[in-house]
């Protein structure tokens, strides 16, 4: 933890310096741009991705989001942009804070494949807006204390690590690297390589190109080394279509998954906001169960609130922003500006906006104010008008990028004491169920009953916090739903 020194005086400096803190904050103008700049070129790959992971998802009524029966890139891309500009600029003009906001990895994931498979996209997006006012309400209230308090760490790094593993498997299965075995009767793994056992195809080509290539970026500390990663390998797929006509997936099990890349007909277009205001609040009781409903509110609000205080944490830390206690400055605005974040992705109809921490890409380079983040945004509302480029970007250009953002998050394994078993465990239960059953609530679930289970084995069910034998119990009904719907019936 660094905590950071004050420099006292603020006569002779501007109103403008001395509401960002510039100068006291050992920063510059100049600086702060720089960083801004950083920040936007780290992440501005969530503009292309956010689409590809969110576009290509059937609602539970067979609907892409947007309301069509056909993927609307474009307008994903713009609402990302949107939401992730003007809540970034919030977060630097209210809280002062070197960090910037955008549609979270992961949970995007999650309301595509866990979510929206059960009812329709509206839905969907009105349980995100749901579960914002929720983190809201506990931030203004205080109750956030005491959730962060009941989760014990090792379990909320188990849930980030998981999350990273099932992001990467996704990223390797969208590419065609790795695939389901239709004839799973038939065979000894349910997933194996390739089509045939074996890798084919130019798409699975250019998934490894941009593979090698965004890896390479990355351990050479290349800035935007995603974006460029992403951008690079586009343009190699677009040639290789034109030179091989390799078709999609409908022609051939090796043609592309989902978008065969093609040069738009246009570059920069008035940006396309059909995903906007396409929420509805209470829509999903009517499709699953108030216990269903609940838990899944629970469980992106457990991923979104957890993430952003680490975040905020890191980054607040690699500033040398933090007091004593190891809290950055107007720590309660941070989290308000979050939580209205989350609100905003689900009205917007793009998910939950949170905390990204390639924020500390920005602070590196020098950021340490709010005007860093302004800079960011302002970027970010400059991207609406490329979103009809969003739509020559194959997923195999772009799920190197789910690869390497699962590496990052596994990181964290690290933190946990695998010789504990008490911990240990449920960890394992919580990372390894997420990929294998395909559902981060199960990795939630799961790892949550073993941790309460294990405590109350040994005799020490009263070290375990109330509000988690709440959840825990919680989750026991969500996996017997249906015996239990079936009993009841």
């Known amino acids: 933890m660094t905590t950071r020194i004050e420099k006292p005086g603020s006569a002779g400096r501007s109103p403008f ?10 920063s510059s103008v100049v600086r702060e741009i720089r960083g801004g700049l950083v920040t936007f070129f780290t992440m501005a790959y969530i503009v292309v991705l956010n689409p590809l992971i969110l576009g290509f998802a059937k609602d539970a009524d067979g609907q892409y989001l947007g309301g069509g029966a056909a993927p609307n890139l474009p307008a994903i891309a713009a609402g990302t942009a949107l939401v992730a500009g003007v809540l970034t600029i919030l977060m630097g003009a209210v809280a002062n804070f070197p960090l910037a906001l955008a549609t979270g990895l992961g949970l995007n994931a999650f309301v595509a494949v866990a979510i929206a498979s059960k009812m329709t996209w509206a839905d969907a997006m009105g349980l995100v807006v749901l579960e914002g006012i929720v983190i809201l309400v506990l931030v203004l209230t205080g109750v956030r204390k005491a959730v962060f308090r009941a989760v014990p760490a090792p379990l ?60 390479a970026l990355f351990v050479l500390r290349v800035k935007g080394a995603i974006l460029i990663a992403i951008l690079a390998t586009t343009v190699l797929a677009v040639i290789i279509e034109a030179i091989a006509k390799a078709g999609g997936a409908q022609d051939s099990p090796t043609g592309w998954a989902l978008t065969v890349p093609k040069l738009p007909s246009s570059i920069v277009d008035k ?10 609040l209470f829509g999903s009781f009517d499709r699953v169960s108030v216990v269903a409903v609940v838990l899944l509110v ?48 689900g009205a917007a109809g793009v998910s939950s906006n949170t905390s990204y921490i390639e924020s500390a890409s920005g602070v590196g380079d020098g950021a340490r104010t709010g005007l860093a983040s302004i800079v960011t945004g302002v970027l970010f509302l400059l991207t609406m008008f490329l979103a009809p480029l969003v739509a020559v ?27 504990d ?4 465990l449920p960890a394992f239960l919580t990372i390894i169920l997420m990929p294998f059953t395909y559902s981060i609530s199960v990795g939630i679930g799961a790892g949550f009953i073993a941790y309460v289970l294990i405590k109350a084995i040994r005799g020490k069910a009263k070290q375990v916090h109330p509000l988690l034998w709440v959840v825990a119990v919680l989750f026991v009904v969500y996996f017997a739903i249906h015996p239990i719907t079936v009993l009841l019936g």
């Open 17 to 26: 310096d001395n509401y960002f803190k510039i100068t006291e904050r050992g």
């Open 156 to 215: 909320k790094t188990a849930i980030s690590v998981g999350i990273g593993l099932f992001i990467a498997f996704i990223g390797f299965v969208d590419a065609g690297f790795v695939r389901r075995i239709p004839d799973v009767a038939q065979t000894t793994v349910p997933v194996q390589l390739g089509q045939t056992g074996q890798l084919a195809g130019w798409p699975v080509f250019v998934f490894v190109v941009g593979l090698i290539l965004v890896i």
């Open 271 to 280: 940006p396309d906001f059909g995903t906007l205001g396409q929420f509805n």
């Open 298 to 345: 629970f469980s992106l609000m457990l991923a979104d609130f957890f993430d952003t205080v680490g975040t905020m944490t890191a980054v607040g830390s690699e500033a040398g922003l933090l007091d004593a206690e190891g809290t950055p400055p107007k720590a309660q605005q941070i989290l308000i500006v979050d939580s209205v974040a989350a609100i905003a992705g």
């Open 393 to 419: 970007i194959p997923s195999e250009a772009a799920v190197p990028a789910l690869v390497l953002v699962g590496f990052l998050m596994m990181q964290q394994v690290g933190e946990i004491d695998w010789k």
């Open 421 to 424: 078993v008490e911990i240990a």
